[in-house]
């Protein structure tokens, strides 16, 4: 089912989001997170793309199967930098023979550390492009695009990314979905100044709940997100007891979901890390006459 439907029946979604497994062992793995995932009954799931080749066929490989052996609504990340038109193309077909109905367009970003990675002569630049052209092909995807509501690290202010983001809107994307945040004002600040920008689409926030000491430390150094100090403070307390340090990740990613759904929200996008645990225990704690 296409998640526009799904908006249309529904108020608010829960969706997850996975990584393609890389070897055999974390395919196990990946099978007993989903299997308790799924006891949730997701609106629709998501697997990213590898930008730069990594993972891109197990992408297809993966989506193809939660959308046909599984019965899943998914929806297949895609991004386009470096691809000609052509693969594109080819691409968004092969997606759309083996029955995906959604698709969250992206830019990607260049291989790290690879010098010599070039564009293909007729690349897409940035995602709105590539949304224009999925438009204008009419593969009949529901497209996401992606949103940071801190603004993307490489825009020079906040005027300008909103700009460029309000294109994406007017390429024809459906609904967005946020980059991961810790902090509610930036996402409801976001929504507002979107809105007084004429956006009307869903914003539907992507949380992780972040468990453990080292994770946060590793999302506080490379994320380009506003981390709360409190957080971050208990975790440096309880750095050598992991129980403490899961439950309080686990108490702010709760509280952060809770008043989310209450101050108006769409559901919630939880980034998985491909790890159940965390994901279902915040769900089931959310309040109920949210879950519906
Ligand atoms: C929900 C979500 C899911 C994601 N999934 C994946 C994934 O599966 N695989 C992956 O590799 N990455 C993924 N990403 C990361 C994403 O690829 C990066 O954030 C990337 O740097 C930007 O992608 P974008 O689609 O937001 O780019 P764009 O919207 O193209 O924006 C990129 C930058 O270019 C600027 N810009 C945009 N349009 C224009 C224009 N027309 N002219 C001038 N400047 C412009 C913007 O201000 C911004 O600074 C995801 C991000 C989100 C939020």
């Known amino acids: 089912m296409k998640i526009t439907d799904i908006f249309a029946r529904s108020k608010r979604t829960f969706s997850f989001e996975f990584f393609p497994p890389k070897d055999e062992i974390s395919a196990v793995d990946f099978g007993i997170n989903v299997g308790q995932l799924l006891k949730l009954n997701p609106s629709f799931v998501s697997v990213t793309y590898g930008a730069g080749g990594s993972t891109q066929q197990r992408t297809f490989a993966l989506v193809d199967y939660l959308q046909n052996k599984i019965g899943l609504n998914t929806m297949a990340h895609y991004t386009c930098i470096g691809s000609s038109r052509e693969r594109v193309n080819a691409d968004m077909t092969y997606l759309q023979q083996i029955g995906i109905e959604n698709v969250m367009l992206l830019r990607g970003d260049p291989p790290k550390g690879d010098a010599g990675f070039s564009m293909a002569d007729n690349a897409f630049r940035y ?23 801190e603004k993307h690290p490489e ?108 101050q108006g929200a769409p559901g919630i996008h939880f980034y998985t890390l491909n790890k159940s645990r965390a994901a279902v225990e915040l769900f089931e704690s959310l309040p109920t006459a949210f879950r519906m």
């Open 127 to 149: 995602a709105n492009e590539l949304i224009s052209f999925v438009r204008n092909n009419h593969y009949g995807f529901a497209v996401g695009a992606g949103a940071n509501p």
């Open 155 to 262: 825009a020079p202010d906040m005027d300008t990314y909103l700009h460029n983001l309000k294109r994406k809107c007017e390429a024809g994307a459906d609904f967005l979905i946020t980059q991961l945040f810790f902090s509610n004002d930036a996402y409801h600040s976001f929504v507002q100044q979107i809105r007084n920008m004429g956006i009307s689409c869903r914003v539907i926030p992507g949380i992780i709940p972040l468990t453990g000491y080292k994770q946060i430390r590793r999302f506080v150094d490379m994320a380009s997100t506003t981390f709360p100090a409190e957080l971050l403070e208990k975790m440096e307390r309880y750095r050598d007891n992991p129980d403490k340090a899961y439950q309080a990740g686990l108490d702010h990613a709760i509280g952060q979901c809770t008043q989310l759904l209450e």
